[in-house]
């Protein structure tokens, strides 16, 4: 498949033109054209999105939700004892903590507070959060498939706990295409936790295009060197020899074009020149010495060490000033089995003040209209210890059943807080919202309808909701 | 980041091979198409999702009368039928599909319908599952091969005619890049384009098909199928070895192996009567998935995934079906059942293996169980001699044993001196007192132990204190042992079953004197946790100490402490041991026992006998009043530490043994499959979940498909034997199939991941059949196959094309002119490598690490052995690309970006984008800048004296072809101001030389290298060099 039929393949696959390929075409011939020609106009967005783009700080290894956000005061005159069975329903457990002999009951150590207008209720451990409190819409009636980072991860990402699936970001990019002509449409940041510095690894299949054309796949920056791979020339060859090259390049090219015909070596001449200017555009977009010392402060003062999550908090506005479609951070080191108390206190100081200081920074930029944040992880966290439970520390296990994140941004319910989990934090009580229908509310507001953006692979429309999820109004202004 | 085509592309889109408006409709052409789309979803071979009883694959039940007493389709009368009702109704809650299917049927595509049921409505089964035919090839003048009569048969129906031949230079550049994935070298080119003869072609073909790189290159791809990598892939991510699958793969395809034979090896080789190692090593195609080893897992899960994966790459790579449609459920479009999925699961389920990887190894890497160790010739005659003199040695001990009580009744008189006799042993260490620091329970077993119980302090310090043995002491042993009342019936208080000795200090308190710190010299054990080597113990600076594999490992160990001064008898004096647990919380040793030597240094061993004071009371037993016990127990203990002839026979037979494992240790191992003794039970998983199981399966193949052949066993063998029986209507189409695609850019069906019912229709059905046909007639001969598509005029045609020929076939299916299209990323880094002089060739062996990013493992991962990548010194930068080493969860960058799967699963066609990173890659990474450096040293040295003979070099080396006077003129100007510039910046000059690891070529003078190296580098980025054309 040459780049011309890939990209008509896209825009077949897209459902622009008709649902089948030139087999179907072959039999239809000039009247279906005509046909085509009438769908050609961009089916996408469906409607008016609400955000331009998305940044989604992703908190990987699974934030544990009745310390941060789903206050659980009562479990207090419960602690040490065991958890109901009424409560656990039998529901399995991963094989860290099926062996235990007791579940006991451990309540989070830290305090709740009310904050803003909306009084919405956060823990002390996002002070800086709490700060934007009327900014968010909360939701504590997560719920996924799940019980194992890497299965969970994937899913929240591409609709399917196995490989193979695109990623969000890349479903984005396909359907709603770029935005700029010098950047990629899909990028990723990646930081480690202090909270637990060795955990959990990231893999490359989480920005992933699946079975997407490549050209999708989001584009991880790396932390140090070159942020885009290979972005800078050999030392010993500046810029100006580099044009000269290219001139050359292009010279030779257009000459074979004009023999060969191949619409394709036009493409690869575009190809060069859209590099160069990325050799121009990347280092401007990671510049930040000229951002004020006001807006620094913003974000705390891991800002200045390159490859922390508050530096790819401040990265994330830049790459949402330049019209990024999809930008998502990963933040490691989420994932408590012992210790919680500490480490989880090491998560916040990464990531309270860096957060907070991102949508301020978007807010008075006016960004915040059209961008939608998104902070979460995969699973939830257990309300009984794993280890021992003490005055001043436990551990939590994996808990899909629920867990909670927050929205903010662009066409978000803000100043809301949505469904309910039960006293032990085990079971929703009210308003889940599964990952698909997460997923099918981002899209949502990026103006797309989740069961109309498929790709044929394999004889199947795929979507990134696979056959489910619904978009969840509760959440949306 | 995606370039944009203008909307003027659709219009390109033409119609090819259509139902001309007076031609019949063929319902497998143009009706399949639109009903498998649209309407099978809900009315088709799912009998659980059917909606109204309607089914419409098959026709005998579309004519029934329907359950709301209308008709689907009453042939002959359209306008009865309710089908074309309710796709052309204007009701929106009659109207099919439903609006939410977002699946609306065009004008067009009712038209068709309604022509269809006008002609009868007439079925045809769904061509790939028909039984392959070779049709008649059709006499087309000028076409002298079936290839080229199909072809043109079709162009002259389209009013086309084929292109001319493509110069000699370009079909050289070609056919090598397709058939080696190398580029020709000028040499090969000028005699090619010298050699007139009519055979020069097919000359060439076959010297391409006989070299060793056509084995490499064709592996490749099965790679891409097999979903071959060096990783386990999943969280931890760490390594495997699978290589000797991989080099298996490129020896079959060099020995052309034929496709029956590659099939069956690899499908059940370890099933063949006598099986050769070659033949086992094959089955590692199905034990290339990814094996999960994060915490928490639960085992089951993932041995069904497992096992599920093999099922799916298996029928994606053979028979082109997307059967993973039916681990939930019926499939949707394809007469294939929930039930034929787990039949085919059952074939698969039956291998001794776990599904996960258990504990250390999870880390640490290695190949999980079934595997083999594999040995070339060489290794096996040396494993053979290794083995003769392990059994001679056994021979031996035998023969010295029969003096055995003789021996030990010589010795018994000389045993008081316990100094003198048994050097080695170890005495037990009589306690007065042992206590745990922070309260734990430390009990006295009947064998001298003692076992920790009570609580388990976090950071426990053990306190041993002893009196000074009579002989002094010169080094201490500690034994730990398993034990029933620790966590996981292991050897440590750790829940998981481990522990962790951070410490064990030494003090010597005189009479009166205060205790006396002693230096731990050094520190051995029968076994180490990777990453807690007993060594830690000793070196302060480790941080951690001395682990077990608590977790996985349950049996006893032993370390021994030497003292780096020996200390004498003395009186009164006191031993005072102190085992500290300081490295982790809550890793504290569950059962211990601690014995003393005072022999040399030298001569102490840490696998020394622990009974001395046991041995002396049965030795003042009479002789004739001991128990067969005591007397075996004296007997072992003589042998163990008492020099003798046969002590000596023993050493030697130790000696041979331990050789011989040393050896096999350095071979290498490969996964493989093995059946188990009894084959596990299979079962429908509802929903495709592990944990629920419906109706019990047996081995059976998909129901619609021929049978398995008469006489095939039901296992595996019997599946790779149906597999490839000539009634199997995929496994042959498929192929062939693939092979054109490899050609052409596009199968001639075009989805050639997917020959089911949602398949395009094939543009040239007659010829994929006839491919099909010949292929299993040549006798599955694969270089057969490739040399009958190479040698077809239209396979040679020049791919040059006009606006016109663009607008009309954009993809070129019709085939009126030569395939393009850019090379996959492996051949670019390949033939980089080539053209730069840089290539290593050899073949095979362990993957090795070419340059890559720095920190290329390590951003997103601090888990697993694969960890700090390093590029290898010298070779391992210049090897092909298919020997690169493959982590699945951070894949080799360069080639991601050129559109290579992560290899988490099977992938059997690959995107092919253009994206600006390729081009930084290309432009940018130290590969291809040493590489162009590479190519401007030949310019230098081979091209001749001046500019001009060496650019038309460099052209003719990355092109195949002869620099144009324009072109040349561009060139050498850009090539004469750069020499200029680097003239006057010989630093900068210097720096570019200097990029990668060989060293510029001595003799040429630094500022004109690197000048020539940026021209290079224009050469190697050209859109005709990146391309196959």
């Given at each position: 498949m040459n780049a011309t039929s890939l990209r008509l393949q896209d825009h077949l696959n897209r459902r622009i033109f008709m649902g089948r390929s030139t087999a179907a075409l072959s039999s239809i011939a000039m009247a279906s054209l005509m046909e085509g020609r009438a769908q050609a106009?961009?089916?996408?967005?469906?409607?008016?999105?609400?955000?331009?783009r998305v940044i989604y700080l992703f908190q990987s290894g699974a934030p544990s939700q009745m310390d941060l956000?789903?206050?659980?005061?009562?479990?207090e005159k419960y602690r040490g004892q065991d958890l109901p069975a009424s409560i656990r329903q039998g529901q399995r457990l991963t094989t860290m903590t099926s062996g235990q002999k007791s579940f006991p009951v451990a309540p989070s150590m830290f305090k709740f507070n009310r904050h803003g207008k909306s009084g919405t209720v956060l823990s002390e451990l996002m002070p800086y959060i709490g700060t934007v409190a009327d900014e968010l819409c909360v939701v504590r009636s997560m719920f996924t498939e799940?019980?194992?980072h890497d299965p969970a991860i994937t899913f929240c990402q591409t609709?399917?706990?196995?490989?193979g699936r695109p990623s969000i970001g890349s479903w984005l990019g396909y359907g709603l295409?770029?935005?700029?002509?010098?950047?990629?449409?899909y990028v990723v940041l990646t930081s480690f936790g202090t909270?637990?510095?060795?955990d959990q690894p990231l893999y490359d299949r989480l920005w992933s295009s699946g079975f997407l054309p490549?050209?999708?796949q989001g584009v991880k920056f790396r932390?140090?060197?070159?942020?885009?791979?290979?972005?800078s020339n050999p030392e010993g060859l500046n810029r100006g020899l580099r044009r000269q090259m290219l001139d050359e390049l292009s010279a030779l090219n257009e000459a074979d074009h004009a023999q060969g015909g191949d619409p394709e070596t036009l493409t690869r001449i575009a190809q060069y020149e859209m590099a160069f200017r990325m050799q121009t555009s990347v280092p401007d977009l990671v510049d930040?010495?000229?951002?004020s010392q006001a807006v620094l402060d913003m974000y705390g003062?891991?800002?200045?060490?390159?490859?922390?999550y508050a530096a790819n908090c401040l990265l994330a506005r830049r790459l949402a000033e330049r019209d990024v479609r999809c930008i998502q951070l990963f933040h490691m080191?989420?994932?408590?089995?012992?210790?919680?108390p500490n480490a989880i206190r090491g998560q916040c100081s990464d990531t309270d003040q860096a957060t907070a200081g991102l949508i301020k920074d978007l807010k008075q930029r006016g960004l915040l209209d059209d961008t939608l944040i998104v902070w979460g992880g995969e699973f939830g966290r257990t309300i009984?210890?794993?280890?021992t439970l003490t005055e001043t520390n436990y551990g939590r296990d994996h808990h899909p059943r629920c867990f909670s994140l927050f929205l903010a941004g662009a066409g978000v319910n803000k100043g809301t807080t949505y469904g309910e989990t039960d006293d032990y934090c085990?079971?929703?009580?009210?308003?889940g919202v599964h990952v698909h229908d997460l997923n099918a509310t981002i899209m949502h507001l990026m103006g797309v309808d989740h069961e109309r953006l498929t790709y044929r692979f394999q004889g199947r429309d795929y979507r990134l909701t696979d056959i489910h999820g619904t978009v969840v109004k509760g959440l949306l202004a | 980041m995606i370039l944009r085509p203008p909307t003027?592309?659709?219009?390109?889109?033409?119609?090819?091979?259509s139902a001309g408006a007076a031609e019949r409709v063929q319902f497998n052409r143009d009706v399949r198409p639109i009903l498998s789309d649209?309407?099978?979803?809900?009315?088709?071979?799912d009998d659980k999702k059917?909606?109204?009883?309607?089914?419409?694959?098959v026709r005998a039940e579309a004519l029934k009368k329907g359950e709301s007493g209308s008709t689907a389709i009453v042939p002959g009368k359209p306008d009865l039928s309710a089908v074309i009702e309710r796709i052309t109704t204007t009701s929106t809650d009659d109207i099919?599909?439903?609006?939410?299917?977002?699946?609306a049927v065009t004008k067009a595509e009712i038209e068709l319908l309604q022509r269809w049921i006008a002609e009868g409505a007439e079925y045809q089964g769904h061509w790939a599952f028909e039984p392959v035919r070779a049709p008649q090839v059709p006499q087309v003048?000028?076409?002298?091969?079936p290839v080229d009569a199909f072809i043109r048969q079709q162009l002259q129906k389209q009013g086309l005619a084929p292109s001319p031949e493509a110069d000699k230079a370009t079909l050289i550049r070609r056919v090598t890049l397709d058939l080696v994935g190398l580029p020709p070298t000028p040499e090969d080119v000028r005699a090619f384009v010298a050699d007139?003869?009519?055979q020069a072609f097919e000359a060439l073909v076959d010297r391409l098909l006989a070299s060793q790189q056509y084995g490499e290159h064709m592996a490749r791809q099965w790679l891409d199928f097999a979903r071959f990598a060096d990783s386990n892939g999943f969280q931890t991510d760490s390594s495997r070895s699978m290589w000797p699958w991989r080099d298996w793969v490129i020896r079959a395809f060099n020995d052309n192996l034929p496709y029956d034979q590659f099939t069956v090896q690899q499908i059940a080789g370890d099933l063949?009567?006598?099986?050769?190692q070659d033949q086992v090593i094959a089955t590692g195609f199905n034990r290339n998935h990814r094996i999960n080893g994060e915490g928490g897992i639960i085992a089951e899960e993932w041995r069904i995934e497992n096992i599920i994966d093999r099922v799916e790459t298996t029928s994606f790579t053979?028979?082109?079906?997307?059967?993973?449609?039916?681990?939930?459920?019926?499939h949707k479009y394809d007469p294939f059942t929930q039930k034929d999925f787990y039949s085919l699961f059952a074939f698969f389920n039956?291998?001794?293996?776990?599904g996960t990887i258990q504990g250390a190894s999870n880390r640490s890497g290695g190949n999980s169980v079934p595997f083999l160790k594999v040995t070339s010739a060489e290794q096996k005659a040396k494993l053979d001699a290794l083995q003769a003199a392990a059994n001679a040695a056994t021979k031996a001990v035998r023969t010295a044993e029969k003096d055995l009580p003789k021996l030990v009744a010589a010795w018994e008189p000389t045993l008081a001196d316990s100094k003198q006799v048994a050097k080695s042993a170890w005495q037990r260490l009589e306690p007065e007192s042992v206590t745990s620091k922070f309260g734990a329970t430390l009990t006295r077993q009947a064998d001298g132990s003692y076992l920790a119980g009570g609580k388990n302090p976090p950071k426990d310090v053990y306190v041993f204190d002893a009196a000074m043995p009579a002989d002094g002491a010169s080094a201490f042993l500690l034994e730990c042992f398993p034990d029933p009342s620790l966590p996981n019936q292991s050897?440590?208080?750790?829940p998981n079953g481990n522990f962790v000795l951070s410490d064990f200090d030494v003090f010597v308190q005189k009479p009166g004197g205060k205790p006396e710190k002693q230096v731990v010299a050094k520190a051995s054990a029968d076994y180490s946790q990777k990453g807690y080597e007993i060594g830690g113990v000793v070196d302060k600076k480790s941080g951690r100490g001395w682990a077990i594999d608590g977790p996985t490992k349950r049996d006893p160990r032993r370390a021994m402490f030497v003292l780096k001064t020996p200390l004498p008898p003395q009186a009164g004096a006191k031993l005072l041991l102190r085992l500290r647990?300081?490295?982790?919380?809550?890793?504290?040793?569950?059962r211990f026992r601690l014995s003393w030597a005072a022999a040399d240094a030298g001569e102490v061993?840490?696998?020394?006998?622990?009974s001395l004071a046991e041995i002396k009371l049965i030795a003042a037993i009479p002789a004739a009043k001991r128990t067969p016990d005591q007397v075996k127990r004296l007997h072992t203990f003589f042998r163990a530490n008492v020099e003798s002839p046969l002590r000596a026979a023993d050493q030697a037979l130790a000696a041979a043994s331990s050789a011989l494992t040393t050896f096999e240790d350095t071979l290498p191992t490969t996964m493989v499959m093995k059946e188990a003794a009894t084959p596990r039970d299979a079962f429908v998983l509802t929903r495709g979940?592990?944990?629920?199981?419906a109706a019990k399966v047996t081995m059976?193949?998909?129901?619609?498909?021929?049978?398995?052949?008469?006489?095939?066993?039901?296992n595996r063998l019997g599946l790779a034997q149906w597999l490839v029986a000539?009634?199997?209507?995929?496994t042959a189409r498929v192929w062939v199939n693939r092979a054109w695609e490899r050609f052409?850019?596009?199968?001639?069906?075009?989805?050639t991941e997917n020959l089911g019912?949602?398949?395009?229709?094939?543009?040239h059905p007659e010829l994929l059949d006839w491919l099909a046909a010949e292929f299993m007639r040549s006798g599955w001969d694969m270089k057969a196959m490739m040399k009958l598509i190479v040698m077809s005029q239209t396979y040679r045609q020049s791919s040059a094309v006009t606006p016109a020929m663009v607008a009309m076939d954009p993809e070129n299916r019709l085939l009126a002119r030569g395939p393009r299209f850019r090379l996959t990323g492996e051949v670019v880094r390949d033939q980089a490598l080539a053209l730069g002089g840089l290539l290593v060739p050899k073949i095979g062996g362990p993957s090795v690490r070419p340059y890559m990013p720095e920190g290329v493992w390590d951003e997103t991962s601090k888990y697993g052995?694969?960890?700090?990548y390093k590029a290898d010194a010298g070779d391992g930068l210049y090897?092909?690309?298919?020997y690169t080493i493959w982590?699945?969860?951070?894949?080799?960058p360069t080639m991601m970006l050129f559109d290579?799967?992560?290899?988490?699963i099977c992938t059997v066609k690959r995107s092919r984008t253009n994206t600006p990173l390729q081009a930084l890659a290309l432009l940018n990474e130290v590969t291809f800048v040493e590489a162009a450096r590479g190519l401007a040293q030949l310019m230098i040295q081979k091209g001749g004296t001046t500019p001009e003979e060496r650019l038309r070099y460099g052209y003719l080396r990355a092109t195949s072809h002869e620099l144009e006077p324009a072109a040349m003129a561009v060139l050498l100007k850009g090539l004469k101001e750069r020499l200029a510039w680097y003239a006057a910046h010989p630093e900068d000059a210097t720096k570019l030389v200097s990029q990668g690891q060989s060293k510029p070529a001595e003799g040429i003078a630094v500022p004109e290298l690197a000048a020539y190296c940026t021209t290079a580098s224009v050469l190697m980025n050209l859109d005709r060099v990146v391309t196959r054309q």
């Open positions: 106009a961009p089916v996408f967005p469906n409607f008016a999105p609400k955000a331009k956000f789903d206050p659980k005061p009562q479990m799940a019980i194992n609709g399917s706990q196995l490989a295409g770029s935005m700029n002509q010098d950047l990629p449409a909270g637990r510095k060795e490549t050209q999708h932390n140090a060197g070159d942020p885009v791979l290979y972005l930040t010495s000229k951002e003062p891991d800002v200045h060490k390159p490859g922390t080191g989420w994932d408590h089995h012992g210790g919680l009984y210890s794993q280890g085990y079971n929703i009580v009210r308003d | 003027y592309l659709f219009l390109l889109l033409i119609s090819l091979a649209k309407c099978f979803h809900c009315h088709g071979p059917r909606e109204a009883g309607l089914r419409l694959d099919m599909p439903p609006a939410k299917m977002h699946k003048a000028g076409a002298a091969m007139t003869s009519p063949l009567p006598n099986a050769a053979w028979l082109g079906l997307t059967l993973n449609c039916c681990r939930c459920h019926d039956n291998v001794e293996e776990s050897l440590g208080r750790h647990h300081e490295a982790i919380t809550s890793h504290n040793i569950g061993k840490l696998d020394g006998d622990t979940e592990y944990d629920k199981p059976a193949t998909p129901a619609v498909l021929p049978p398995m052949p008469k006489g095939a066993p039901l000539p009634e199997n209507p995929l052409f850019g596009n199968g001639l069906c075009k989805t019912s949602q398949a395009e229709y094939p543009l052995d694969l960890r700090g090897r092909r690309t298919l982590k699945r969860t951070a894949a080799p290579a799967p992560t290899r988490e």
